[in-house]
């Protein structure tokens, strides 16, 4: 196995938040240095893995550690600034359907649950802290990036964000 598959086996594996912040830590490094190089299959399977934390341990479990589920929050909000523009763009509308009647579809009418609208929250403030935010330095690079991030989200899905965050405050 890769050193990202296995972080991500330790990650689940494990029961001490230490644990978890190190792997975490280390898919954050393997995001932003090596993350580009896997193939489209291993790049499916990363971000399932990724995701999948929030089925599995977020949302059943609400007495997990608010600083495990911002560094967790932080590693996904990485991968979004790598995959967004090209390979998920599907990104806030996967993240919005479990609001129910709190997202973007006026026909859903079930309440979501409590854990998940706390982790959408973060995550949009996550977001704004690591993209949209100008008061944070970045290169040149990062801030044409950041800026077609914030474009393509002006175009494809700002007002729903706006509209599910108004409806959930």
Known sequence: ???????????YESQKTEVKFFCLNSIQDFILHKFLILNNEEKI??????VNFISNTIIPYPNISA????KYIQTLVLLFKVEYLETWKTFFHDFMKPLGKYG???IAQEEP???????????????DELVVA????????????STQIKDFMRENCINEIAFSW???L
């Open 1 to 11: 196995p890769q050193s990202w598959q296995l972080s991500f086996q330790l990650f």
């Open 45 to 50: 399977q990363f971000r399932n893995l990724l």
């Open 67 to 70: 600083a495990l589920k911002n």
């Open 104 to 106: 973007p579809s006026n």
């Open 113 to 127: 649950e409590k854990n998940y609208v706390d982790f959408f929250l973060r995550l949009i403030n996550v977001i």
């Open 134 to 145: 100008r008061e944070v330095s970045r290169t040149p690079i990062e801030l044409a990036h």
């Open 166 to 168: 108004y409806k959930l």
